[in-house]
T-cell receptor, first 113, second 112 residues
Framework: AQSVAQPEDQVNVAEGNPLTVKCTYSVSGNPYLFWYVQYPNRGLQFLLKYITGDNLVKGSYGFEAEFNKSQTSFHLKKPSALVSDSALYFC???????????FGTGTRLQVFP | NAGVTQTPKFQVLKTGQSMTLQCAQDMNHNSMYWYRQDPGMGLRLIYYSASEGTTDKGEVPNGYNVSRLNKREFSLRLESAAPSQTSVYFCATLTYSNTEAFFGQGTRLTVV
């Protein structure tokens, strides 16, 4: 079955430290992968995507993600966390040749001053 | 440019009542989606539509129906609401070429 897993419900990090939010996927074929962020009482906002090419993709607000095909992972990273990065983060996958877009369960990132 | 507009923003229903959640987009996107968001469950896909006149089931379609009568609008109908359908519902669009989803602001539905 096609699925996206975010193994951590919450990630806590001190401001200024690097952060990683994990995502693994299980789909057939070559997937399109995405990260979205949700602030309280808001819809989701696009951060970045991997379609093809360089395994390291850069996105909005200083975030980046690394695609690892052998580990079927697409972890979100940022070198130096900000308190304003605190939000709910979703990994998503779109199966190529379909329009089905499925999301993980979300990871709450808490950045402490 | 409104993007993706959902109506209503809030709704309280009694068990057994019916209602339709509306979604309209002005971005000329082909694909549209309905998700529900529940604590600890993330976003779960209810139905999606790749183009006008086509719809497909997602992960949790039971209890819902959808309609894509034109490119702009994709509605979600609850024929007989149940408390288990209390949730926040999001509509989204996706262009094939851009491969980026745009979300509405959500509809908070409570079924009592």
């Amino acid at each position: 079955a096609q699925s996206v897993a975010q193994p951590e419900d919450q990630v806590n990090v001190a401001e200024g430290n690097p952060l990683t939010v994990k995502c693994t996927y299980s789909v057939s074929g070559n997937p399109y992968l995405f990260w979205y962020v949700q602030y309280p009482n808001r819809g989701l906002q696009f951060l970045l995507k991997y379609i093809t090419g360089d395994n390291l993709v850069k996105g909005s607000y200083g975030f980046e993600a690394e695609f690892n095909k052998s580990q079927t992972s697409f972890h979100l990273k940022k070198p130096s966390a900000l308190v304003s990065d605190s939000a709910l983060y979703f990994c998503a996958v779109r199966v190529v040749n379909t329009d089905k877009l499925i999301f993980g369960t979300g990871t709450r990132l808490q950045v402490f001053p | 440019n409104a993007g993706v507009t959902q109506t209503p923003k809030f709704q309280v229903l009694k068990t057994g009542q019916s209602m339709t959640l509306q979604c309209a987009q002005d971005m000329n996107h082909n694909s549209m989606y309905w998700y529900r968001q529940d604590p600890g469950m993330g976003l779960r896909l209810i139905y999606y539509s790749a183009s006008e006149g086509t719809t497909d089931k997602g992960e949790v379609p039971n209890g819902y129906n959808v309609s894509r009568l034109n490119k702009r609008e994709f509605s979600l109908r609850l024929e007989s609401a149940a408390p288990s359908q209390t949730s926040v519902y999001f509509c989204a669009t996706l262009t094939y070429s851009n491969t980026e989803a745009f979300f509405g602001q959500g509809t908070r539905l409570t079924v009592v």
